[in-house]
């Protein structure tokens, strides 16, 4: 959990980074369809607000990213992005990234603990002498997260599957469907100067295809609750999920980028650090009042530069070549790969498809 803490900042600072929040003072009015969030303020504030709101946003994720101050961190973090993101909401519902700015932090903050591990937080509590967290304890606070944004997103795509069923003739009794959407993506993406997907349309043409390319999409949409019963169904539905995503963006232009932090909490980042740099962890011999202050001062000077220069933008985009839509070109690939070795396992051990995780008792090496 404190590896996707560290992974959760950087994604979250990476979408917000063509953002101008004071751009939204400017919204006309008709275009504004305010939510509940945000109805208490009786009068659109002025830029000033919403440069506040993004400074504090900014600065809340680099202290996250130390892991300084976590809780605290983590509430500016919903606060602050929250008011942004009913803004943005109230303009454009369907670029919502509600996991990313309000759902993970939320279930963080009341029955979370990520600043246990690999933080500032956890180095100090040990120069204190205070007890600290195994980096594969399965207690609640490290579970509960993970599976509430589970619980959520799986009703997420029930209702889709259900919006289909209600509008039957739209998804299900129209001939050509795939292929005409497919075409017509096409061509906006041309006109709007995307880089176009350099992979031929599948051939939707095929009747057999169309039709089974929306029957398929219902039954994921349907099925992604079976993801809760163990991590073997987890990962075989997170590769599935990501390769859906990237079908839609490179091919439909529908990109939900900001989902794919929701992912990376499905992922055992710890299980991926190599067993040498495990054992050879060590702390950081800086004095304590560098700890202290080191956090504060980088989430200060980079919520100055933030909104002063674009430099770490352009870092972040690696000067323009990197956006929500091209990031789904290297994540297909993979993707498929990681589907293929999932449905591997599944096949070869059908048994343990379906039996529950049990997970190890509470500060055991998971």
């Not at 009015?29 to 509940?36: G, N, R, V």
């Not at 009747?207 to 075989?236: C, P």
């Not at 000067?319 to 396992?345: E, K, Q, S, T, Y």
């Amino acid at each position: 959990m404190g590896l996707f803490r560290v992974l959760y900042a950087m994604f979250y600072l990476w979408t917000i980074s063509d953002y101008t929040p004071a751009n939204l003072h400017e919204v006309p009015y008709e275009l504004d369809w305010p939510i509940i969030l945000n109805q208490w303020i009786p009068e659109r504030p002025p830029p000033e607000f919403f440069e506040l709101l993004g400074t504090a946003q900014v600065a809340g994720l680099v202290l996250l990213l130390f892991g300084y101050r976590t809780r605290i961190a983590t509430a500016v973090v919903l606060i602050a992005g929250g008011l942004l993101e009913s803004y943005f909401v109230s303009v454009d519902i369907e670029h919502a990234s509600l996991f990313l700015t309000a759902y993970i932090p939320f279930f963080m903050l009341v029955c979370g603990d990520w600043g246990a591990t690999y933080s500032f937080d956890a180095l100090l509590k040990r120069r204190r002498g205070q007890a600290t967290v195994d980096h594969g304890d399965t207690s609640p606070r490290f579970v509960i997260p993970t599976r509430a944004c589970l619980v959520l997103l799986s009703a997420l795509y029930l209702s889709a599957a259900i919006f289909k069923v209600v509008q039957w003739d739209h998804w299900f009794g129209q001939d050509q469907y795939m292929a005409l959407d497919a075409l017509t993506r096409r061509v906006e993406a041309a006109m709007r100067g995307f880089t176009l997907n350099p992979l031929t349309l599948p051939p939707y043409e095929i009747n057999a295809l169309d039709v089974g390319s929306r029957w398929g999409i219902a039954a994921f949409e349907i099925s992604v609750f079976l993801a809760m019963i163990n991590n073997r169904l987890r990962a075989f539905y997170t590769a599935s999920a990501l390769i859906f995503h990237a079908m839609s963006a490179l091919w439909f232009l529908v990109t939900f980028t900001s989902l794919v932090v929701v992912y990376c909490m499905f992922i055992n980042w710890e299980a991926l650090i190599p067993e040498s740099i495990r054992r050879g962890r060590r702390d950081i011999s800086a004095p304590s009042i560098v700890l202290h202050g080191a956090p504060v001062v980088a989430a200060v000077l980079v919520a100055f530069v933030w909104h002063e220069w674009n430099t770490i933008q352009e870092a972040l985009w690696f000067g323009g070549l990197l956006d929500p839509r091209r990031f789904w070109f290297p994540v297909f690939p993979f993707a498929c790969v990681w589907w293929i070795a999932c449905l591997w396992r599944l096949v070869r051990d059908p048994r343990a498809a379906f039996r529950p995780d049990v997970y190890p008792a509470a500060g055991a090496r998971a």
